[in-house]
């Protein structure tokens, strides 16, 4: 049974690894996830803001003035409230790389370049294997044109490329009014992948202190769904190496992942809720499917439910959408279904 694929130009042992997250902030966790069969480490994201300033000079200027602002400002996270700073990120980078076998993917995100070229060339240096970048971005000006939203990601994501010889993956937002556009402008400029996708968190309102409150809602294999469609749609269209992040919690949704066109599994939200030993039950679970299933490699898998071999893909989506309407039949009818089940 063969379970190698190959993933931003590296090979790799299985599809799966966890995705960023403060798992591997902790070297014990990150020799448990290896352990687990990880095939590769993400790291959790270095954020621009804590780039800008140096030492984080910009946080404490917030602090100092946290009383004339709190409202704005309780939004911004403390110094103390980040795991690394970026000189201890460059030394995680290097101790994961010391403790591991299997590749060490970095992870930057923000919204302009301020900062993000020179700290992308140190990553290399300390010697991460790639570079995932997240341009985690929620336009709110009704003067932003989604061609001006768009143009943050062809400016920051190739820039970061033609400044590093590592592979560069972005990891994008499902928002984007034609997402196979996009992809094909970051594969003009010589990205090597895709991650599918970054998920927004949703802040909360409390209603009786009239404050709003972040919250972190972890993913389910609802989420999936989403995923699915669109690595279905540009595994058709693109030579770019794809990666599914969001609702991947069992070894189903992990075949799914793979069938729709994923060349690699992150695996965020299930390893938080069970540990990383959790991974090793999916790689387990995935294997005896294939087993079952007669399939002898990945090569057989990825990609085989894409939208490759529909001719029209657009007609595809459409009729798809028409038979999902018309298969709702009312409550009515759904009651009467129950009844009937009931009684007999």
Same mark, same amino acid.
């Given at each position: 049974?063969?379970?190698?694929?190959?993933?931003?130009?590296?090979?790799?042992?299985?599809?799966?690894?966890?995705?960023?997250?403060?798992?591997?902030?902790?070297?014990?966790?990150?020799?448990?996830?290896?352990?687990?069969?990880?095939?590769?480490? /993400?790291?959790?994201?270095?954020?621009?803001?804590?780039?800008?300033?140096?030492?984080?000079?910009?946080?404490?200027? %917030?602090?100092?003035? &946290?009383?004339?602002?709190?409202?704005?400002?309780?939004?911004?996270?403390?110094? @103390?409230?980040?795991?690394?700073?970026?000189?201890?990120?460059?030394?995680?980078?290097?101790?994961?790389?010391?403790?591991?076998?299997?590749?060490?993917?970095?992870?930057?995100?923000?919204?302009?370049?301020?900062?993000?070229?020179?700290?992308?060339?140190?990553?290399?240096?300390?010697?991460?294997?790639?570079?995932?970048?997240?341009?985690?971005?929620?336009?709110?000006?009704?003067?932003?044109?989604?061609?001006?939203?768009?143009?943050?990601?062809? @400016?920051?994501?190739?820039?970061?490329? =033609?400044?590093?010889?590592?592979?560069?993956?972005?990891?994008?937002?499902?928002?984007?009014?034609?997402?196979?556009?996009?992809?094909?402008?970051?594969?003009?400029?010589?990205?090597?992948?895709?991650?599918?996708?970054?998920?927004?968190?949703?802040?909360?309102?409390?209603?009786? !202190?009239?404050?709003?409150?972040? =919250?972190?809602?972890?993913?389910?294999?609802?989420?999936?769904?989403?995923?699915?469609?669109?690595?279905?749609?540009?595994?058709?269209? &693109?030579? %770019?190496?794809?990666?599914? &992040?969001?609702? /991947?919690?069992?070894?189903?949704?992990?075949?799914?992942?793979?069938?729709?066109?994923?060349?690699?599994?992150?695996?965020?939200?299930?390893?938080?809720? =069970?540990?990383?030993?959790?991974?090793?039950?999916?790689?387990?679970?995935?294997?005896?499917?294939?087993?079952?299933?007669?399939?002898?490699? %990945?090569?057989?898998?990825?990609?085989?439910?894409?939208? &490759?071999?529909?001719?029209?893909?657009?007609?595809?989506?459409?009729? !798809?959408? %028409? =038979?999902?309407?018309?298969?709702?039949?009312?409550?009515?009818?759904?009651?009467?279904?129950?009844?009937?089940?009931?009684?007999?």
């Amino acid at each position: 049974m063969n379970l190698s694929t190959t993933y931003l130009g590296l090979h790799l042992a299985n599809p799966f690894m966890p995705g960023a997250s403060p798992l591997v902030d902790d070297l014990d966790n990150v020799k448990r996830l290896e352990d687990a069969g990880a095939s590769a480490i /993400v790291m959790h994201s270095l954020f621009e803001e804590q780039l800008k300033g140096e030492q984080l000079a910009n946080i404490y200027v %917030m602090e100092a003035f &946290s009383d004339a602002y709190a409202e704005a400002l309780s939004y911004f996270p403390r110094a @103390e409230e980040f795991k690394l700073t970026p000189e201890a990120y460059l030394k995680q980078v290097q101790a994961i790389k010391k403790a591991v076998q299997v590749p060490v993917i970095a992870s930057l995100n923000g919204t302009t370049l301020s900062g993000w070229l020179d700290y992308a060339k140190q990553i290399q240096q300390a010697g991460a294997d790639a570079l995932e970048i997240n341009v985690y971005y929620l336009p709110t000006d009704p003067q932003e044109t989604g061609e001006a939203v768009e143009k943050r990601v062809l @400016e920051i994501a190739p820039a970061v490329k =033609r400044a590093i010889t590592i592979p560069v993956a972005v990891k994008l937002s499902p928002f984007f009014s034609s997402l196979p556009n996009l992809a094909f402008q970051l594969e003009t400029h010589g990205l090597d992948g895709l991650v599918v996708f970054n998920r927004f968190y949703q802040p909360d309102i409390d209603i009786e !202190n009239l404050e709003v409150v972040p =919250r972190l809602k972890l993913s389910d294999s609802s989420e999936l769904l989403l995923r699915l469609r669109w690595l279905a749609i540009l595994a058709r269209q &693109s030579r %770019m190496s794809l990666a599914c &992040s969001g609702g /991947v919690h069992t070894a189903a949704d992990a075949i799914k992942a793979l069938m729709a066109g994923a060349n690699a599994v992150q695996v965020v939200s299930a390893l938080l809720m =069970r540990g990383p030993g959790h991974l090793k039950t999916i790689i387990q679970d995935v294997r005896k499917w294939m087993e079952e299933h007669e399939y002898s490699s %990945m090569r057989q898998m990825i990609g085989s439910m894409s939208l &490759s071999r529909c001719p029209d893909p657009a007609a595809f989506e459409r009729a !798809n959408y %028409m =038979r999902v309407l018309q298969s709702w039949r009312g409550v009515d009818a759904y009651n009467q279904q129950v009844s009937r089940l009931s009684v007999s």
